[in-house]
Structure formats: structure tokens, C-alpha cells
């Protein structure tokens, strides 16, 4: 499967699901400028900010919050096998 790009994560961060919406604006905030490797920290892109900016002024408050989860990197405490979820160690 090929990376979303950033027209269709804005689009299908206005799908009807709420994990549909929170994975897509997620992997709109990782879409991260071409660096060289001496650059450790990523840069996002300009486009995707652009996009998570025209989210947070939706009048859709589902979609405003998945713009915010973007921002925060929000994870559930209970999502398996997440790096913060307290379930990881028992798996």
C-alpha cells in the first residue's frame, strides 16, 4: 500500500468513523519534509500544516478534534500495542 498524500488524508479525515478520522490526521502529521541525514528531528510539511490549519477551523468538531489529536500525537491509553498503552507489557 502506498502513503496517503496530504489532499487525501484532509479528505478522509472527514470520514464518518472516528478511528478513520484520528489514523488519517495522524498520518497527515507525519508527513515530514525530504531531509539529509544529518538532520535528526523531522520538519513537517508546510502543506500538511496548512491542511491540519484548515481542519482546526472545520465547523465539524469531530474533525477539528482529529486535527488536534495530529498535533498532540494523542494515543488512547487502552489502543494495543501502542507505545504508551499499560496493556504492551502483557502481550
Known amino acids: 500500500m502506498t502513503e496517503p498524500t496530504i489532499e487525501e488524508c484532509e479528505i478522509l479525515m472527514r470520514h464518518y468513523d472516528g478511528a ?5 490526521a495522524q498520518k497527515l502529521a507525519q508527513i515530514a519534509l525530504p531531509v ?3 538532520a535528526s ?6 502543506k500538511a500544516l496548512d ?4 481542519a482546526l477551523q472545520h465547523p465539524d468538531e ?3 478534534r482529529a486535527a488536534t489529536d495530529a498535533i498532540s500525537s494523542y494515543h488512547p491509553w487502552f489502543s494495543i500495542g501502542t507505545p504508551r498503552s499499560p496493556t504492551r507489557c502483557l502481550l
Do not use: L, T
Open 20 to 24: 478513520m478520522r484520528k489514523f488519517f
Open 36 to 38: 539529509g541525514p544529518e
Open 41 to 46: 528531528p523531522q520538519v513537517i510539511s508546510p
Open 51 to 54: 491542511a491540519i490549519e484548515r
Open 62 to 64: 469531530r474533525v477539528q
